[in-house]
T-cell receptor, first 108, second 115 residues
Framework: DAKTTQPPSMDCAEGRAANLPCNHS???????VYWYRQIHSQGPQYIIH???NNETNEMASLIITEDRKSSTLILPHATLRDTAVYYC?????????FGAGTTVTVRA | KAGVTQTPRYLIKTRGQQVTLSCSPI?????VSWYQQTPGQGLQFLFE???????NKGNFPGRFSGRQFSNSRSEMNVSTLELGDSALYLC??????????????FGPGTRLTVL
């Protein structure tokens, strides 16, 4: 069973930041928050993960609230190639449960 | 470094047949997980292998089985195929077992169609 809640879809203008919310109110203390994305007909691609601190890499930033019940994935400058389904997942082993995700459409 | 490879990429079978799918993880990765993706059920975990041992198993019938070889390559077998087994089967590899702070790298998948 998916342990996360994400909006089903969102649009973003090219060049602008995309902020993707995720609620995970039942997260356990040792569970990580992972973000993956899947471009149509390809395998999911890892984006970023975190436990309690905010994280940043070359693709995105992850902001986790202090109570860890929600997080936000930030794509700083969205491009058309960022159009994909974005999955927020919580867990601490590879028995990950992917929900429906958020379909992000970046528009020119 | 080469990514995760899966063969074949596309497969068509008929009901009652069996099928074997193959996955080669990234060099040095010892954990391999399998997922099934369908439009109705989304992406569901099948099982994870590490050092030739199954570590985790999802809620799938016994018709779905797998194994891992000493070189970390993995195979997944589905026997007595049903129409509902039509799906994209994804393999993911990771450096170590168990998740936690380790990300998984997914292959392109094998598209299985059961007629």
């Amino acid at each position: 069973d998916a342990k996360t809640t994400q909006p089903p879809s969102m649009d973003c203008a090219e060049g602008r930041a995309a902020n993707l919310p995720c609620n995970h109110s039942t997260i356990s203390g040792n569970e990580y928050v992972y973000w993956y994305r899947q471009i149509h007909s390809q395998g999911p691609q890892y984006i970023i993960h975190g436990l309690k601190n905010n994280e940043t890499n070359e693709m995105a930033s992850l902001i986790i609230t202090e109570d860890r019940k929600s997080s936000t994935l930030i794509l700083p400058h969205a491009t058309l190639r960022d159009t994909a389904v974005y999955y927020c997942i919580v867990g601490n082993d590879y028995k990950l449960s992917f929900g429906a995700g958020t379909t992000v459409t970046v528009r020119a | 470094k080469a990514g995760v490879t899966q063969t074949p990429r596309y497969l068509i079978k008929t009901r009652g047949q069996q099928v074997t799918l193959s996955c080669s993880p990234i060099s040095g990765h010892r954990s391999v997980s399998w997922y099934q993706q369908t439009p109705g059920q989304g992406l569901q975990f099948l099982f994870e292998y590490f050092s030739e041992t199954q570590r985790n198993k999802g809620n799938f019938p016994g018709r779905f089985s797998g194994r891992q070889f000493s070189n970390s390559r993995s195979e997944m077998n589905v026997s007595t195929l049903e129409l509902g087994d039509s799906a994209l089967y994804l393999c993911a590899s990771s450096l170590v077992a168990g998740g936690g702070a380790n990300e998984q790298f997914f292959g392109p998948g094998t598209r299985l169609t059961v007629l």
